[in-house]
């Protein structure tokens, strides 16, 4: 079955405690990215990889690390939590060509 | 740049009516449109899509919307709800670029179905 699949699914952390949720996909897509959810303010992307190894800044990355050394994988690293990033994280998936986004099913993130 | 306005936060609307909920972009380069849809503790799941073509656009679950590229819309419509349909609605743009500039979504329609 076509899955991204996100780990964990919710999470409680404390300030400054660094944080990995990880994101694979079973599609061999070339491209990924990570997003916030925040009521009132929709998805914002906060990073994005083309490829392996090839990543970029989306619209809200501060505070926030990915990379991508495998295709499958591509993991949101937090290095220093702090509240303003309690949020819900999706990951995505999609290929070129079609253009369509696959979803995982979501990291509820609180930060005290 | 792209952006997404959804411009209705709420719609509620009585069980076995119609309902559209509108969408406007703004885009200097030709773009897609997607709708998704969120249930209750759900990811995100595809509704439709318009790429090229008709542009009438049909979905799953009896969803259809039409781009409208002079009004830059993509309005989505359903000509009977039911109360399964109660969700989060997503409009989203993705630029030419193959992906690599992701998608840009709107602020959401929550559709508050009332029996």
């Known amino acids: 079955e076509a899955q991204v699949t996100q780990n964990p699914r919710y999470l409680i952390t404390v300030t400054g405690k660094k944080l990995t949720v990880t994101c694979s996909q079973n599609m061999n897509h070339e491209y990924m990215s990570w997003y916030r959810q925040d009521p009132g303010l929709g998805l914002r992307q906060i990073y994005y990889s083309m490829n392996v190894e090839v990543t970029d800044k989306g619209d809200v990355p501060e505070g926030y690390k990915v990379s991508r050394k495998e295709k499958r994988n591509f993991p949101l690293i937090l290095e220093s939590p702090s509240p303003n990033q309690t949020s819900l994280y999706f990951c995505a998936s999609s290929s070129r060509d079609p253009r369509e986004a696959f979803f995982g099913q979501g990291t509820r993130l609180t930060v005290v | 740049a792209q952006s997404v306005t959804q411009l209705d936060s709420q719609v509620p609307v009585f069980e076995e009516a119609p309902v559209e909920l509108r969408c406007n972009y703004s885009?200097?380069?030709?773009?897609?449109l997607f709708w998704y849809v969120q249930y209750p503790n759900q990811g995100l799941q595809l509704l439709l899509k318009?790429?090229?073509?008709?542009?009438l656009v049909k979905g799953i679950n009896g969803f259809e919307a039409e781009f409208n590229k002079s009004q830059t819309s993509f309005h989505l419509r359903k000509p009977s709800v039911h109360i399964s349909d109660t969700a989060e609605y997503f409009c989203?743009?993705?630029?030419?670029?193959?992906?690599?500039?992701?998608?840009?979504f709107g602020k959401g329609t929550h559709l508050i179905i009332q029996p």
């Open positions: 885009s200097s380069v030709s773009v897609y």
């Open positions: 318009y790429l090229s073509g008709s542009t």
């Open positions: 989203a743009v993705s630029g030419p670029g193959g992906g690599a500039d992701g998608l840009t």
